[in-house]
């Protein structure tokens, strides 16, 4: 999955309906992959709180269980097929 091909307004929908929890999950799994795609185009549309507690928590580096990567995987699929993304 190649998430730079996303176009920014989408990618801005898919997150602002995902959770929290899948954006740190994907973040903490992938950095190089999502994290600084998520977090500009976040920085942008959430409130500054927000992002800071999002930087908090995947900063403090706490191991991922494979479930919880999946789910985060899964959830972020589900939201790409909503908004009728192809890959």
């Known amino acids: 999955m190649n998430i ?3 176009p ?3 990618l801005r ?8 929890q899948m954006i740190k999950s994907l973040i903490m799994a992938n950095p190089k992959q999502f994290g600084s795609v998520f977090i500009n185009v976040l920085a942008s549309h ?3 709180e927000t992002l800071k507690t999002l930087v ?8 991922l269980t494979p ?3 999946d789910a985060a995987h899964h959830e972020l699929e589900k ?3 909503e ?3 192809v890959f």
């Open 4 to 6: 730079d091909q996303v």
């Open 8 to 10: 920014k307004e989408t």
């Open 13 to 20: 929908k898919i997150l602002m309906k995902g959770s929290m």
């Open 46 to 48: 959430v409130r500054p």
């Open 56 to 63: 908090e928590q995947v900063n403090r580096g706490t191991l």
């Open 67 to 69: 479930e919880q990567v």
């Open 79 to 81: 939201l790409l097929r």
């Open 83 to 85: 908004e009728r993304v």
